[in-house]
């Protein structure tokens, strides 16, 4: 016999006898004193791989392309900007209305409502001497003239184009530029009375009966100023920009068109004077693209604005353009003297920076 079958013989013998014996070669190793050494481990599974969404996906992927574009994207923002600014006209100029028949006989207003007062004879030429200051200013620029609908308003606004003789100008209305609201028929006696009462109430909150209070006219006048540069950059007005856009309004109105827009305080609102008939405030573009209050336009020069007790006192520096916050340090005794701050001070009492500037103004 082979000696290879012979070894195969008995590995075969020798792996079946514990079968036989019914001992289990297991229970040897288990006898067996225990290694210091681990036994093996099985096999660790592989990690699991990050699975993303779609969502985060698009997200990563946007994330990415907005990093790249973003310089692109604020340089045509810029752009876009710049060409809105270049749309705004060079000049905003606010011009009351002439004399009216109301402003010599108040009894009128007794039998014929507020938009129907017409200009006077003295009011028809103060129109024609606003036109002519104004094409003084502006000379052959263009024009856009925007007037309230009350017929003084109206007249005056014919009145100054006689100073335009064959130049074309541009005309629009706006009812948001009426007059406030003083009640429908007024009785002189009862309105005496009335107006000494918003003296003692305060001219920006008093409310007339049957009319608005200059809370009102402020929320339409904020309303009008947000659409007026909208409608400007969107071709509204005109399919070509213009140099200069004249509001041809009331002295209220533009006190309060120069409140929202210059965000004056209520206090700061109550020390400027009603403009006088036909005078005119210049509102003039900075390169920044916002508006700065420089004056108005009176024999030839730019004079400052009516304000204070004595309507001599110049205008707040900060009034004159457009302010937001106002900055302030609590904690210390100075903590609200200052000029932006003066509104705080309600006492009346006085305060550096306010001389000449306090006590109640006089009817405007």
């Not at 590995?11 to 050494?37: D, F, K, M, W, Y």
């Not at 004077?273 to 900075?286: G, H």
Request: proline share 6%.
């Amino acid at each position: 016999m082979c000696t290879g079958a012979f070894a195969c013989a008995r590995t075969r013998t020798h792996a079946i006898a514990p079968l036989v014996s019914g001992r289990c070669s297991t229970q040897r190793l288990c006898s067996a004193p225990r290694s210091s050494e681990p036994l093996p481990t099985a096999r660790r599974p592989r990690e699991a791989v990050k699975c993303w969404t779609l969502g985060q996906v698009l997200r990563s992927a946007v994330g990415v392309v907005m990093k790249l574009l973003w310089p692109i994207v604020r340089a045509f923002d810029s752009e876009l900007r710049a060409r809105r600014r270049k749309r705004f006209p060079r000049r905003i100029i606010l011009v009351r209305h002439g004399q009216s028949a109301g402003n010599v006989d108040k009894t009128l207003y007794e039998q014929t409502p507020d938009s129907l007062i017409p200009l006077t004879e003295q009011g028809i030429q103060q129109g024609e001497e606003a036109g002519a200051q104004l094409k003084e200013l502006i000379g052959q620029e263009s024009v856009l003239f925007v007037h309230s609908p009350y017929l003084r308003t109206r007249q005056t606004l014919l009145a100054m184009l006689n100073a335009f003789p064959g130049q074309e100008v541009q005309v629009a209305t706006e009812p948001r530029l009426r007059e406030q609201d003083f009640g429908n028929f007024q009785h002189s006696v009862d309105m005496d009375q009335v107006f000494k009462e918003r003296q003692k109430f305060g001219r920006f909150y008093y409310r007339f009966p049957n009319g608005e209070a200059g809370t009102d006219v402020y929320d339409r006048i904020s309303e009008f100023i947000d659409y007026f540069f909208t409608a400007l950059h969107r071709e509204e007005y005109s399919t070509k920009a213009v140099d200069n856009v004249v509001l041809v309004t009331h002295g209220l109105t533009m006190r309060i068109f120069c409140m929202s827009y210059f965000r004056w305080t209520v206090f700061e609102f109550e020390k400027v004077w009603n403009p006088s008939n036909c005078e005119n405030w210049v509102l003039e573009k900075q390169p920044y693209g916002q508006y700065r209050l420089a004056g108005r336009w009176l024999d030839g020069r730019l004079q400052p604005i009516k304000f204070g007790a004595n309507q001599s006192y110049p205008l707040f520096p900060h009034m004159c353009e457009p302010l937001g916050a106002r900055l302030i340090v609590p904690g210390s005794e100075e903590t609200l003297d200052g000029i932006q701050l003066a509104h705080f001070r309600a006492s009346g009492r006085g305060h550096r920076g306010l001389e000449g500037v306090q006590g109640p103004l006089e009817e405007a």
